[in-house]
C-alpha cells in the first residue's frame, strides 16, 4: 500500500462509528429521562476532544484547557443575557471569543519545557478565574452569572426541563465539530502534526513549520473547548467561576487518559466512561468522591491504561513501559 | 512599608521551604510532582493535631512533622514514585494530581473539612515596631520573625550541606547528569531516595510553621500547589539560591499586591509569572553547563 492510500484508508468512515453516531442521536429520545446527563456527556466529550487535539497530538501537557471553556461560557451567556438570547448566534460568539483567545495563549505556549507550558497554561486559567471572580459588576463574581434565558432554537423548538432539545443540540454541535476535528487531523496538517508530537526537531528538519502548526491546532482546539463552554452554559443558563476551576482541566485529563490519547474517540468514550463513574460514586458518597477518582487516577498510571482495559493480561508478565 | 517587605519576605522564606523539595526531586529526577503540598498539609495536620489533642509543645511539634513527613514521603518513594520516573511527563502529572486528589479527601475525612486554628505558644504572639516614629514604621510580628530565623537557618544548612558535603556533591553530580554520575559510582537511587525524604519532611515541617500564616484545610494542596509551581518554574531547578529568590520574590509580590491592590488579588502573581516564562523560559536564575 502506498502512503496515499494508507492515509486515505485510515481516513475513511468505519460502518461502526456510523452506528455509534446513530445510537447517540437516539438515546435522548429512548431515554428520555437521562437526557440531562446525555447532555452533559456530549459537552464534557467535546471538551474532552477539543483538549485531545492539543495533548494527543501535539503532545502539549495543557493543565489550563478550562480557561477556554470558561471564557466560551462566560462569552456565550453574556451575549445572551445582554444582546441576544438566540442560542447558535450565541453558540458563534462563544467559539469567537475563546479562538480569539486560544490566538493569543498560543504564543505562550511555544518556548519552554513541559514544566514552564504546564505554568503557564495554568496560570492563564487563573487569571481568568480571578478576573471573572473580582469583576462581579459583569460576572456576577463568586455567586455566577444567573439568569441567562435562552430562546428557542432555530426559532422553534424551546429549551424544556427535561433536556431533550439541550441533548439533541449538544449532540447536533458535538458531531459537527467532531466531524471538522476528524477531517483536521486526517488532512496533511493532522500527519504533520503527529510528526511534530513524535520529534519536534526532526519535524523542523524536513520542513514543517512547527511554530504556526502548533499555533493552528491550539486555536482551533480552544475554539471547540469555547463551544463546550457555550453549550454548557446555554443548556443550563448558568455560568459559574467553577468551569475555569483546576478540577475542570484535571477532571477532562483524566477523561482522555481514561479513554485514551491520540485517538478522538478516546475523548468520548472517556467522557461516558468518567461521566458514568463520577455518577455512581457521587452517589455513594457524595463528599468524598475525589478520594476514589484519585485512587482511580493512581491506579490507571500505575498499572496502564492498556493493561486495565484488558482484564486478562492482569496475570501475564507486564510488557511495554509507558504505554499510553 | 517596611512591615509589606517583612511580612513579604516570611512569607516568600514559608514558600522556600515548602517548595525546595519540589525543586530537587524535579531537577533530579524531571518529575513533575503535583502531590507535593500533600506532605505540606501532613506536617501540618500532624502538629494542629499533637497540639490540641496531646497537648505536645510547639517546638516539639516542628521536628516531628518534619520526621513524620520525610518517613511516609521515603515509603512513598520507594513504593509508588519510583515506577514513574521513567514515565512521560503526562502520566505523571495524571499520577501525581491523582494522589493529591486523595490526600485531599483523606483530610477532609479525617480532621473535617473547617480550617484548622493553630494555638501559637505565649512567646510568639505579638509584634514589635521599631522606628515606630518615622515613616518607615517596622512592624514585626514575633511569628514571622520566628519563621524567618527557622527558614534562614535551613536555608544556610542547605546551602552548606550542598556545597561542603560528600553527600552534596554527590547530589550536584547527578542533577546535572544522573548518567554520567552513575558511571563514576555513584547511586543515584539512594541519593534521590534520601532527597526526596528531606525534599518532603521540609515540606511537612514548612506546613507546621505555615499553617497559622497560609491557613490549612483539606484543599491545601492544590491551593498552594500552584505557589510552589510557580517558585519552581521561575527559580530553575538547577540550584537553591534560584528558588530562594523566587521564592522571596514571589511573596514580596503576593503580599504587596494584596495590600496595595486588593481587588486584583493573586491576579498580580499570575501575570508576573507568565511573562517571566515566555521570557525565560527555563526559569529566572539558570546556571548554565548543566543538563536542561
Not at chain 1, 115 to 127: E, P, Q, S, W
Not at chain 2, 48 to 57: D, E, F, K, T
Not at chain 2, 69 to 87: F, I, N, Q
Amino acid at each position: 500500500m502506498t502512503a496515499q492510500k494508507s492515509l486515505l484508508h485510515a481516513a475513511r468512515w468505519q460502518p461502526l462509528e456510523l452506528v455509534f453516531w446513530v445510537m447517540a442521536f437516539v438515546m435522548p429520545y429512548v431515554v428520555g429521562q437521562h437526557a440531562l446527563i446525555i447532555n452533559e456527556i456530549a459537552i464534557v466529550a467535546l471538551f474532552a476532544v477539543s483538549l485531545d487535539l492539543i495533548l494527543g497530538y501535539t503532545g502539549i501537557v495543557s493543565l489550563g484547557h478550562a480557561a477556554f471553556l470558561g471564557f466560551g461560557a462566560y462569552s456565550a451567556a453574556l451575549f445572551a443575557k445582554h444582546v441576544n438570547p438566540d442560542p447558535l448566534l450565541g453558540l458563534a460568539v462563544g467559539m469567537a471569543a475563546s479562538t480569539v483567545l486560544g490566538v493569543v495563549c498560543s504564543f505562550t505556549i511555544m518556548r519552554g519545557s513541559d514544566l514552564t507550558r504546564l505554568m503557564v497554561t495554568l496560570g492563564t486559567a487563573l487569571i481568568l478565574l480571578e478576573l471573572a471572580n473580582k469583576w462581579g459588576d459583569l460576572t456576577g463574581g463568586a455567586d455566577g452569572l444567573q439568569g441567562v434565558i435562552m430562546g428557542p432554537l432555530l426559532g422553534q423548538f424551546e429549551f424544556d426541563l427535561m433536556g431533550q432539545i439541550s441533548a439533541w443540540y449538544s449532540l447536533s454541535v458535538l458531531f459537527i465539530l467532531f466531524v471538522l476535528a476528524r477531517r483536521l487531523v486526517h488532512a496533511p496538517l493532522g500527519a504533520t502534526l503527529k510528526a511534530v508530537r513524535d520529534n519536534r526537531l526532526r519535524a523542523m528538519a524536513i520542513g514543517i513549520s512547527v511554530t504556526s502548526r502548533l499555533a493552528v491546532v491550539y486555536t482551533v482546539a480552544a475554539g471547540m473547548a469555547g463551544a463546550a463552554g457555550a453549550l454548557m452554559a446555554q443548556t443550563t443558563g448558568f455560568a459559574s467561576l467553577d468551569v475555569f476551576a483546576l478540577d475542570r482541566s484535571a477532571d477532562v485529563m483524566l477523561m482522555l487518559a481514561i479513554g485514551g490519547v491520540g485517538w478522538l474517540y478516546g475523548g468520548i468514550a472517556g467522557a461516558v466512561a468518567f461521566k458514568l463513574m463520577y455518577d455512581v460514586i457521587a452517589n455513594i458518597t457524595p463528599q468524598y468522591w475525589t478520594f476514589w477518582i484519585g485512587l482511580f487516577l493512581v491506579v490507571l498510571v500505575l498499572v496502564g491504561r492498556e493493561r486495565l482495559i484488558r482484564p486478562w493480561t492482569w496475570l501475564g508478565p507486564s510488557r511495554g513501559e509507558g504505554a499510553s | 512599608m517596611l512591615t509589606l517587605l517583612f511580612d513579604g519576605v516570611a512569607y516568600g522564606m514559608l514558600l522556600f521551604i515548602l517548595a525546595v523539595g519540589l525543586c530537587v526531586t524535579m531537577g533530579l529526577m524531571n518529575f513533575i510532582n503535583l502531590a507535593h503540598g500533600a506532605f505540606a498539609m501532613l506536617g501540618g495536620y500532624l502538629t494542629v493535631a499533637l497540639m490540641q489533642r496531646y497537648g505536645v509543645p510547639f517546638l516539639m511539634c516542628l521536628p516531628l512533622a518534619f520526621l513524620a513527613s520525610a518517613v511516609v514521603g521515603a515509603l512513598l518513594e520507594r513504593t509508588l514514585y519510583r515506577s514513574m520516573y521513567k514515565k512521560p511527563h503526562l502520566d505523571q502529572v495524571l499520577f501525581s494530581i491523582g494522589l493529591a486528589f486523595m490526600a485531599v479527601a483523606s483530610a477532609d475525612y479525617l480532621m473535617g473539612s473547617q480550617q484548622q486554628i493553630m494555638q501559637l505558644p505565649d512567646w510568639l504572639r505579638g509584634r514589635t515596631e521599631l522606628f515606630a516614629d518615622t515613616p518607615f514604621v517596622l512592624g514585626m510580628g514575633h511569628y514571622r520573625l520566628f519563621i524567618i530565623a527557622v527558614c534562614a537557618a535551613l536555608t544556610l544548612g542547605l546551602q552548606y550541606v550542598l556545597s561542603a558535603t560528600r553527600f552534596g556533591s554527590r547530589l550536584r553530580a547527578s542533577v546535572d547528569d544522573p548518567r554520567a554520575a552513575s558511571g563514576l559510582g555513584i547511586n543515584v537511587n539512594v541519593v534521590f531516595a534520601a532527597t526526596f525524604a528531606v525534599g518532603s519532611g521540609l515540606a511537612g515541617l514548612g506546613g507546621a510553621l505555615g499553617a497559622e500564616v497560609l491557613g490549612l484545610d483539606p484543599t491545601f494542596p492544590l491551593k498552594f500547589m500552584v505557589y510552589f509551581l510557580i517558585v519552581v518554574a521561575v527559580g530553575g531547578t538547577t540550584s537553591i539560591t534560584g528558588p530562594l529568590l523566587a521564592a522571596l520574590l514571589l511573596g514580596i509580590a503576593d503580599v504587596a499586591g494584596k495590600y496595595y491592590i486588593p481587588k486584583l488579588g493573586a491576579f498580580i502573581v499570575y501575570t508576573l509569572m507568565i511573562v517571566i516564562l515566555i521570557w525565560r523560559p527555563q526559569g529566572l536564575f539558570v546556571r548554565l553547563g548543566g543538563k536542561s
